[in-house]
């Protein structure tokens, strides 16, 4: 992500801030223009949700906020701090869509973007009915316990997994929302089978499969994560929110002058997946290592092998028709 400044004094300023902390001004994120200015019209999410996106449109909600359908009861406080944190996570995830250029309809019905923001429910009879976070039909659906810190990071252990976040999520959900409309009977299907696999097979057999046995031994030679093993959607999805990891990575690395000096381009609108991994690849380097000298696991545990690259390759093709200058800055 870029860097931000307050218009009124040029302290620094963060993505998720409503004030400057040195001058005091109300500051607020206008989507077009990927910058901070002084608030005219806040969304109306701003006090439930913490949004300090601003509407220009006459709507009561931002191009962010107005996507969703159903958020948790906020009589309960625990719910609204989850939900907080979720819809910082999903202005972080719209920033990268608005960067590219994706198209983000809004409605009710397909092919609307709708999200669900959802607590476990008990049921009369006492039994738990969970809530799945998945997408089906360009409806995205978040458990909001997912926006505990413990919560999801018991889950992350249980699950074996070594990266699981609130933006992780929902950059993998989004993917499969692209998936049916950049993929799916398109002129892609055969770049996409050749690459990924054939997605006519059995999903829900898929899944049961990889959750019986665990992905197969040497999924680290075809796949980003141990998940993306278990069908080609969902290794499309991680792919997708992968690539959207480096390229947002890339682009504040390099707001902050991290880098290979002389190396630098709009990853948002990079020629090819290449030259982001070769940007990328010292910068996580270097980051895991500042993470371990303060005995911090690895920002970035992953690691890239041929077939992935050609994957994240696919994906930079899908998108790059969307862009045009006027999906914000290159890189400050
Ligand atoms: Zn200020
Ligand atoms: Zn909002
Ligand atoms: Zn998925």
């Not at 989507?31 to 439930?48: K, Y």
């Not at 050749?194 to 990889?210: N, T």
């Not at 046995?213 to 998940?227: E, F, K, L, S, V």
């Not at 002389?262 to 990328?280: E, L, N």
Request: glycine share 6%.
């Amino acid at each position: 992500m870029k860097r931000f400044s307050c218009p009124s004094c040029g302290n620094e300023v963060h993505f998720d801030n409503a004030a400057c902390v040195v001058c005091g001004s109300a500051l607020g994120y206008l989507p077009s223009a990927f910058d901070m200015v002084t608030p005219v019209h806040p969304c109306a999410n701003a006090e439930p949700a913490g949004c300090n996106w601003l509407v220009e449109d006459g709507e009561l909600f931002c191009a962010a906020c107005r996507h969703n359908r159903t958020v948790p009861d906020l009589s309960n406080d625990e719910n609204r701090t989850r939900w907080a944190a979720i819809e910082l996570a999903k202005r972080q995830l719209f920033y990268s869509l608005h960067r590219w250029g994706l198209p983000t309809p809004v409605g009710d019905a397909p092919p609307a973007l709708v999200f669900d923001f959802l607590a476990d429910e008990i049921a009369k009879d006492g039994s738990a009915k969970p809530v799945l976070t998945g997408h089906a039909n360009g409806l995205i659906t978040l458990n909001i316990a997912e926006g505990d810190d413990a919560e999801r990071e018991a889950r992350r252990a249980a699950m074996g997994e070594p990266y699981r976040t609130l933006v992780g999520h929902l950059r993998h959900e989004i993917g499969h929302f692209y998936w049916d409309r950049l993929v799916r009977d398109s002129a892609q299907t055969d770049r996409f089978r050749a690459l990924f696999g054939d997605e006519r097979a059995d999903y829900g057999e898929a899944l049961k499969r990889h959750y019986e046995n665990g992905p197969p031994a040497d999924w680290r030679q075809n796949h980003i994560t141990a998940y993306a093993a278990a069908h080609p959607w969902e290794d499309f999805a991680e792919t997708w929110a992968h690539w959207t990891h480096m390229v947002d990575g890339l682009e504040t690395a390099w707001a902050y002058d991290m880098g290979q000096p002389g190396v630098r381009f709009d990853p948002y609108g990079a020629p090819d997946a290449q030259s982001v991994i070769d940007a990328w690849v010292p910068v996580s380097i270097a980051v895991n290592a500042i993470n371990r000298s303060l005995g911090q696991p690895d920002l970035y545990p992953f690691v890239l092998s041929a077939p992935v690259m050609d994957k994240l390759d696919f994906i930079r093709d899908l998108i790059a028709p969307h862009r045009s200058t006027t999906n914000g800055p290159t890189t400050n």
